[in-house]
Structures are given as C-alpha cells and as structure tokens.
C-alpha cells in the first residue's frame, strides 16, 4: 500500500491547564512532582479551585508527538477521543491548524473532553493531574484500517492502558501494521504507568508487538525494576529491537542488538516547562527514521526539538520545527 | 465610607485566543494591524478555521488591568460580563485566583462569553479579532453601588462604547464615585475607538466625569485629530487633571496642569508579544498612585509592569509583580 504518512500517533487526547506553582503547594494536595497524576471529577473541581491563573493549550503526549512531527514538516495522523464541546473544538482546531490529520469520531455527549491540570515548579519540572474525560471511550472501533495501513510507523503512548477499551484499539493497530509489513512503536510514558502495567508493557516488546521503545531512564529502571541503568539498558537490549532512552540534561542513548549510540543534548539558554519533552524528542526521532535518518540522527532531531518545547511554557512547539532543522543544519 | 478596595475596574471580559502569524495572514485576512477589529459570529468562525495553533488566557482590556494590581499586592475588584459556559468558567477563575474581587451576574445563557482571537506577528505586535457575546449584556444593574462607593479609583476602558448599555453603566459609576469623592479614570483604548466616540470621549474628560485618562500616543493623537505629539500634549493638559501617555520604547509622560513628566522606557530583554502593555502600565500607574506614589513613581511602577507582560505570550503577568516590585526597589 502506497505510505500515506510517516506516522500516526495514537494517544488520550487531553487539553492542558496550566499554572505556576511552588513545591510547598504541590506537597499541600498531595501531588506527585513530576507524575502524571489520574484524578476524578471531584478532585478535579477541587484543584480547579486551588490552581492559580492558567492557560489552556492543547496537549496530551502522543498528540504532542504528532504536532511535532507535523511542525517538522513530516506527515503526521492522530487517533484520539474528544468530546463534542468548547474543549474537543479547541483540541480539534490546534491539531489540524498544525497541520495534523485527525478524523476521529467525537463523542456525542458525556463525559466531557479530557483535560490535565499541570503544576509548572520554579525549577520547570511539570506536575501533571489528569481528568480522562471521553479518553475512556477510545476503542477499537476508532482505528481506521487504511490510516494504519498507509503509516510508516503507529506510535502509541503507555498512558493508553489507563482508560479501559483503548489497549484493544492498539492490539488491532498492530495487528494491522505488521500485517503491512509497518512497524510499532510506544513510549513508556511515566514511571508509575510503568509500574502499574509493567508486565503488559514487557510483553508488548517481548512478543514484538512493539518494535521501538521511547522511554525517560527512570521508567526504564522502573520497568525492569532496578537502580541501575546499566542492568536496564542491558535488559531492554534483549526485549526490544530499538530503544531510545532519554536523560535530560545528559542527552539521549539508543539502543539496539548491536549497539548503545549516546548523544548529548541540545544546548538551552533556560529551562522553562518540561511538559512535553519526551513527546518531542519522539517526534524527532520519529521524523528521522521515516525520513531514513541515521539512529544518531533521529536521536540529535529528537534533543533539538525537545530543547525548544522546554524553554516555553506548554507542551507543542512554539516555532517551526522545520526551519528550526534548517538553521541548525540538520 | 471605608476604602474596601484601591481600583474597581469595568470592562468588556473577555477570553484571548493567541497565535503566531506572519504579517501577509493579516493583510490577506484583512486584519487592521496592531488595532482591535471587532468581529460577528461568521468572521469569528472564519477566522478560527485559519488560525494557527492557539493558547487560550483570560485577558480584556481593564481585566487585565485588575489583575496586575492585584498582582502587585493591590486591592482589586472588577465588573464585566461573562455567560455561564466554560471560557466563562476560565474567565471568573482566573480573575478569582489572581486575588480579584469579581462577582458580576453571569448571563444564563446565549450569546457565549467574549473571545479575541489575537495574531502576534514577529515583531511582537499584537493584532486583536474580538466577538463581543455576552459583553452586549453589561448594564446598569451590573453595577455594585456599595463597590465602587469604597473604592479609591474607579476605572474602565473607552471599548466599553462598543456595546450597547455599558456607558449607562459608567456614567451611573461617575455618579456615585463622586458623590462618595473618589475618582474615575478611563483608557482611550485603541486609536480607531477613539475615532469612533471621539466627541463623547472629550465629552467624558471636559465635563469631569474623568479625573485620569490613559492612552498611547497614538490614541491621543487620534483624539484631536492631530499629528503632532506636542500639539496633543497642550489639548489634554486643558481637557483633564492628569493624563499617562505610553510611547512605547520612548517610555511614558505624564501630563498635569502645571508640568509634563517623563520617564524612560523599563530595558527588557526581548519583546515577545504586546498584548496587555497598556493595560498593565495602567495597573502599575494606578497601583502607584492609590498608594500614596508621585506621579513619576507611578509611570515608574507601570513602565515595570508594562515590560513583564510583553516579555511572554499572553496579557496577564507570569510572575508576582509584588516580589518585582521589590526586586527594583520600586
């Protein structure tokens, strides 16, 4: 089948509120820093009530991913539940003004689009409280067959075990891609995520139902359960054919049989917002491998555009990530 | 009475919709550069279907305003409408949470609350798309007598002549504000508003139902139909007690009967966007000034409030102008 995009990416589409907020403020409700934190609607409505001046911009990691890929120029499609309201207008607009293909059916009703307080720390560490809203009603039923079909790569994020039907909307994604002769790939998403479904998200590598792993190391360390990234990175050698592991500040490793390729990280003037670092850094990566790239490229292209979600507050690009290439010589 | 509060401010809120354009967008979407272009229903529709990737924050004029004095520690309360949807949901927390006093009667129900769609051009210059929803409502009966009877100042924008009612609701503001023998004061807004109610806004000023008027040097040229700054100057210094006029990076002056103060632009490091420059420097003056400040330390205090805000997307400050306020020993 003729490959109509790079990559789809599938994914809880959520829209961000976002805040400032000191340490003490985060100890004070009993917010795990630098988590993504599952709330109800009731905590919601009490955090709302807490939460200083905020902005809304459209978020959630794999929508993230896929706004990156567009603003880097390359052919990006999404699959995410909103709802049919201010918010799931709001997110259907920023998606397809970026530039991204996204078609999938809104929810007629309740439970209103998803949304995730974020709690920005004077060091830019982000805090994140997430209302899963009409994220619950993803469903197999939402893959559209040709879109996965014509896609280079799905990329889903973890996260997506959270809500209930959504992980048999990614067994059928993949089923699908490989059936194609396309290839998986997923992001461990959070450390916690990591902890509640690690044994699924082992078997997603181990039985080769995901061919390209994305992961921060501490939910490498938290998947294979130790303090050591070296045992991790060890481990994750034998269960994934490619793993790309980012380390802030220490720039990015990948992975693969053969061997452990380190880049250094995109010089920052000043750390911002982390929101969104990991999902840019996948829409780096993601964009050069389909656009056969070196792994020590894609791995530069992921810290560049990493570099520049984290020095503005919100989680997408803020330039285009495209002459940003450009003028970095990329 | 008892001063419960420094400044009431009344003005149209409103929820701003912003995104980066190049300046070829505006002049092929007909979009008055740097000026405020109200729009309908279908406009605000097409407009949104070619807007870029947007970051929602509440913003209007005089809204703006309250929450930098808040934000400088003073004692702000506010009227302006909003119905009971979501943005105006946003638009009351976030008045709420930056310490605002604001207890407007929601309206039940249609038209939705405001919203300006706001381009930001490379240069900083903010160009503004406002449908005015529920902000047609605003009356009389918004207005708190026992609120603006203990505040010092009472002061609202001259885009409050665009709806139909609002100006009843000032005019009964001046008359209890100076029966209680406190102040009013107002911005001229934007230079094609003032062409719009030029008469009735040298009316406002002559007939002292306006003890303090800010404007830019645009604005005041506008209003005597002049294009010679000096010219302007020697009108208002007849036509009102003090007038703040913003010149940009030239800074400010301040014009009273007697002399002319000027004060230099506050450095900033880049300018980034200058949506809510006016309205802030209008904070910091005000701040100033029901606080016992000279009028030069007022000017001072603005032009420090006016460069945080344009020194990031978005139209309310990002840090607490208290601590800056410190911090210069201002």
Redesign the interface.
């Known amino acids: 089948m003729t490959t109509r995009f790079d990559v789809l990416n599938i994914g809880n589409a959520i829209v961000d509120i976002i805040?400032?907020a000191e340490d003490d403020f985060l100890v004070r409700e009993n917010i795990i820093k630098g988590a993504m934190n599952l709330i109800d609607t009731e905590r919601a409505e009490h955090l709302?009530s807490v939460?200083?001046?905020?902005?809304?911009?459209?978020g959630g990691s794999a929508g993230n991913t896929a706004?990156g890929i567009a603003s880097l120029g390359g052919r990006a499609a999404y699959f995410g539940k909103v709802s049919d309201?201010?918010?799931g207008t709001?997110y259907t607009?920023?998606m397809r003004?970026?530039g991204v293909h996204y078609e999938t059916a809104k929810l007629p009703g309740e439970p209103p689009t998803a949304r995730s307080m974020i709690f920005v720390t004077p060091d830019g560490e982000r805090s994140m409280n997430t209302y899963l809203g009409s994220c619950v009603e993803l469903g197999p039923e939402d893959i559209d067959e040709e879109i996965v079909a014509s896609s280079q790569i799905t990329y889903f994020e973890g996260y997506l075990w959270d809500p209930p039907r959504a992980k048999e909307a990614i067994r059928k994604a993949a089923d699908i891609a490989h059936a194609n002769g396309r290839r998986m790939s997923m992001t461990l998403s959070d450390p916690f995520c990591v902890d509640r479904y690690r044994d699924e998200f082992l078997d997603l590598m181990r039985s080769g139902t995901v061919d390209l792993v994305f992961a921060n190391e501490h939910e490498l360390v938290s998947l294979y359960q130790t303090s050591s990234f070296d045992e991790a990175v060890k481990a994750v050698r034998e269960d994934c054919e490619v793993t790309a592991v980012t380390r802030s500040e220490k720039g990015s490793v990948v992975v693969t049989r053969e061997r452990t390729e380190t880049v250094h990280a995109h010089p920052i003037e000043k750390l911002v917002d982390t929101t969104g670092a990991g999902d840019l850094y996948a829409a780096g990566f993601l964009f050069g491998l389909t656009n056969g790239r070196s792994l020590e490229d894609c791995a530069r292209i992921g810290g560049m555009a990493a570099a520049e979600v984290i020095q503005?507050?919100?989680p997408?690009p803020?330039v285009s990530l495209k002459d940003m290439l450009a003028q970095e010589g990329l």
């Open positions: 805040a400032h709302y939460m200083g001046p905020a902005s809304e911009q459209s706004a309201d201010h918010l709001v607009h920023d003004a970026i503005h507050i919100g997408r803020q």
